[in-house]
C-alpha cells in the first residue's frame, strides 16, 4: 500500500508540472490547447536525444531539452494562439489538435515509429524495509512541490504574476488599464509549455519515448484541469496528486481501471459543477 501512494505521488507529481500551464491558458484564454502534447513530448525526444545521441549528462541533456521548448512554444503562441484570443473555442481545438499532428508525424518521421527507452539518471533506492523508494521518484516529487512554492509566490508577488491573476479574474478591467493583458499571457503561455516539457523529460525515464505520448498525457491532464478548476494554482495541484493516487491505488487493485477511474472522477465533477465556456 506504501508503495503505490508513493509511486501515486510520483505521478501526481508529474501530473501538475505537466497541467498547470494547460490550467492557466484554458483558465485565462479560454483556449484548448492541444498543442500542450506536442511539447510534453518534445521535451521527452529532446531529453533522448541529447543525452544518446549526443552523449550529453541528464542535467546538460534536460536543460537542452527545456531551451529547444521555449522558442517552439513562443512560436506556437505568436502564429497559431495570438490568432484565436476571442474566437469560437472549436477554432482553437481544430488548430491546435492539427499542430499536435505534425508534432507527432514529424518525430515519427525523424525517430521513427518504436518506443525508445531512456534508463534511470540516477538508478539508486532507499531500503526502509517496508518500502523501497527509488531516489528519481523522489527528485520528482520533491521538484513538483519546490515548482508549486515557486509558482505560488510568482503570481503572488511579482507584478507580473498579479497582473496575470487579476487577467484571470477580470480581463477587461485589466486591459481598460492600458495594459496589454495578451503580452502577459504569451508569457504565461511560454512558461506553461516549459513546465510541460519538464514533464516529459522528468516521466520519459519511468517509461518509454513513444511518437504517441503526448496525446495520452493530454487526456490525464484535462481531467486534472478539469476536477482542479480552470486556472485554479491550488486546485490544480490538489487534484494533480489526487488523481495520481486514484489511479496508483487503482491500479495496486486492478490494472486495467486504474485510468478509467480518472474519468469517473472527472464526471462527478462535470455533474455537480458543468463547465462554462
Do not use: C
Not at 498547470?20 to 518534445?42: C, D, K
Not at 489538435?97 to 539518471?121: E, H, M, Q, R, T
Not at 511579482?158 to 477587461?172: C, H, N, P, S
Amino acid at each position: 500500500m506504501l508503495q503505490s501512494i508513493f509511486y501515486g505521488l510520483t505521478i501526481g507529481g508529474i501530473l501538475y508540472i505537466t497541467s498547470i500551464g494547460l490550467s492557466l491558458t484554458f483558465g485565462a484564454m479560454r483556449i484548448v490547447n492541444f498543442a500542450h502534447g506536442m511539447v510534453y513530448s518534445v521535451g521527452a525526444y529532446g531529453l533522448y536525444y541529447l543525452s544518446h545521441s549526443l552523449g550529453l549528462p541528464f542535467l546538460v541533456a534536460a536543460l537542452g531539452s527545456l531551451l529547444l521548448a521555449i522558442p517552439l512554444s513562443y512560436v506556437i503562441e505568436r502564429l497559431v494562439i495570438r490568432r484565436l484570443y476571442g474566437q469560437s473555442i472549436d477554432y482553437a481545438i481544430v488548430a491546435t489538435y492539427a499542430v499536435l499532428l505534425i508534432g507527432v508525424d514529424a518525430i515519427k518521421w525523424i525517430f521513427g515509429p518504436n518506443p525508445l527507452p531512456i534508463s534511470d539518471p540516477v538508478g539508486i533506492s532507499l531500503n526502509l524495509g517496508f518500502l523501497e523508494m527509488p531516489v528519481y521518484r523522489l527528485i520528482i516529487i520533491g521538484l513538483s512541490f519546490l515548482i508549486f512554492v515557486g509558482l505560488s509566490i510568482f503570481f503572488k508577488k511579482t507584478i507580473v504574476g498579479k497582473i496575470v491573476v487579476a487577467g484571470l479574474q477580470d480581463r477587461e478591467a485589466v486591459r481598460s488599464l492600458g495594459i496589454n493583458i495578451d503580452r502577459y499571457f504569451a508569457i504565461v503561455f511560454v512558461l506553461g509549455s516549459a513546465l510541460a516539457a519538464l514533464g516529459g523529460v522528468l516521466y520519459a525515464p519511468l517509461s518509454t519515448v513513444q511518437p504517441y505520448m503526448g496525446f495520452q498525457v493530454l487526456v490525464l491532464t484535462f481531467a486534472v484541469v478539469i476536477v482542479g478548476g480552470m486556472g485554479n494554482f491550488r486546485g490544480t495541484a490538489i487534484a494533480a496528486f489526487s488523481l495520481g493516487l486514484i489511479i496508483a491505488l487503482t491500479g495496486r487493485i486492478w490494472g486495467p481501471a486504474a485510468e478509467a477511474m480518472v474519468f469517473v472522477v472527472m464526471a462527478v465533477v462535470l455533474i455537480i459543477r458543468p463547465i462554462e465556456v
